[in-house]
């Protein structure tokens, strides 16, 4: 991959505010797009200096808010002046700034997430995300409600990338649905609903689309194998992963 050369600096420097708390563990399986996949979930977890109260006051009146951040896990690889995206089946360029990608001058991303709750525990500002598209640990560097009187236009025009593909079916074998029942019941979390939505939005590079393969991904402390069929893709286990 090239990398462009570094941009000369205009002396405006990003402090995180907070830090992503997510179920994606790994950038394989992430959404492309926020509110794609409902139970993708994340804690904010606010930083000082900003974790006062008063900052936060009114935000638990809207049910969204935009998240700005850092696409930190890029900074390594660099930015670049084109893109290919999933939509055009990766063989067609546009410019990075006629996409999403995150390879792009400053790694600024922004996405529109639910905002599930607001709480304050143990001296914590915390703030619990639905809906989201972003890595574990990812910098937030600021949020902002989402103003649906002006925010969403109606009228909006999206070029290239116009509609949702229809969703792949996604089977699940005995075994994935019997861990996924104890997951839920140990941890509060519906794995099994998380993998379905996932999975249906079809994750694989567009280089990988092929019947037959197997692929694996990383939801919270779980690893999730699955192959892609030729009408479906089928999950065929869950094992825990040792952590620490
Ligand atoms: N909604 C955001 C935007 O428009 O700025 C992000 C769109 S970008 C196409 C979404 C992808 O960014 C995810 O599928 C994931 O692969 C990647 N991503 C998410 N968080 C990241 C991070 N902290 N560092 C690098 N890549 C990240």
Redesign the pocket.
Known sequence: MSTEPEIPRGGCTLTPIGR?HSC?TE??G?????GLVSEARATLEILPPFDRREMFKGLDRFSHIWVH??????LAEGWKHTIRPPWLGGRTRVGVFA????HRPN?????VVRLLALRFENGKILLDLGGI???D???VVDIKPYLPYSDRIAEATSGYAMSMPAPVAVLFSEEVIAFGVSYQREQGRDILRLIGQILQQD?RPASQKEAGRDFGMKLWDVNVRWQARENDFFVLSCRRLMVG
């Open positions: 992503i994606f950038k394989f992430i959404p492309r797009q926020p951040f850092i696409f930190h896990e890029i996409s999403r990608s995150p790694f600024l991303g922004q996405s598209d972003l890595l640990q990812t910098p994750p």
